[in-house]
């Protein structure tokens, strides 16, 4: 089973503030987590990605995974108008090999100035 | 920078056409992706190719068919056009080593008629 859940939003939240983006999955086998944004009309792009359980930051984001609640989250901090956009989450069992990622169908955020 | 590029960005297509989506990596991937993305349905995978001629089915690959003759360059097919293969078409590739980070290009729209 390959599903991956993530609530489109919109999210919307001022300027400034800490946001919250979320995904669940079903797959235990699934080692590698991304985080990708893609703004609008344009194709997606890699934020994060993380191996197995943890954190890891990245200025102003955060992404977490925990594995035994099969739940990943990613933080940004310091919202900026800038970061809207749609963020999609995406997993995979291995680093290596050639067969695709699995994508949650993405969260629309809105910063507003 | 890596760089994906394909051909077109909207392209309006008439039921029954043959239609050719095109893409090229500048970075000597071995691994290229084709994906669509609906509203609601998010990224899903269609074809991969892992190498020049070789090529498997994703998850939705019913409809398409794909050509991989240089490493560079990965071909979309859609035999013959239907109304329910409008969407937005988006081309990534990686390298097999690292197929979790992929790089995308900024799509295609593609109106069925």
């Known amino acids: 089973q390959k599903e991956v859940e993530q609530d489109p939003g919109p999210l919307s939240v001022p300027e400034g503030a800490i946001v919250s983006l979320n995904c669940t999955y079903s797959?235990?086998?699934?080692?590698?987590f991304m985080w990708y944004r893609q703004y609008s009309r344009k194709g997606p792009e890699l934020l994060m990605y993380?191996?197995?359980?943890g954190n890891k930051e990245d200025g102003r984001f955060t992404a977490q995974v925990d594995k035994s609640s099969k739940y990943i989250s990613l933080f940004i901090r310091d919202s900026q108008p800038s970061d809207s956009a749609t963020y999609l989450c995406?997993?995979?069992?291995?680093?290596?090999?050639?067969?695709?990622?699995?994508f949650g169908k993405g969260t629309h955020l809105i910063i507003q100035p | 920078d890596v760089k994906v590029t394909q051909s077109s960005r909207y392209l309006v297509k008439r039921t029954g056409e043959k239609v050719f989506l095109e893409c090229v990596q500048d970075?000597?991937?071995?691994?290229m992706f084709w994906y669509r993305q609906d509203p609601g349905l998010g990224l899903r995978l269609i074809y991969f190719?892992?190498?020049?001629?070789?090529?498997e089915k994703g998850d939705i690959p019913e409809g398409y068919s794909v050509s991989r003759e240089k490493k560079e360059r990965f071909s979309l097919i859609l035999e013959s056009a239907s109304t329910n293969q409008t969407s937005m078409y988006l081309c990534?590739?990686?390298?097999?080593?690292?197929?979790?980070?992929?790089?995308f290009g900024a799509g295609t729209r593609l109106s069925v008629l």
């Open positions: 990534a590739s990686s390298r097999q080593e690292a197929k979790n980070i992929q790089y």
């Open positions: 797959n235990s086998a699934f080692q590698y």
């Open positions: 993380t191996y197995s359980s």
């Open positions: 995406a997993m995979c069992e291995s680093g290596g090999g050639a067969d695709g990622l699995t």
């Open positions: 970075m000597d991937h071995e691994n």
């Open positions: 190719s892992y190498d020049v001629k070789m090529k």
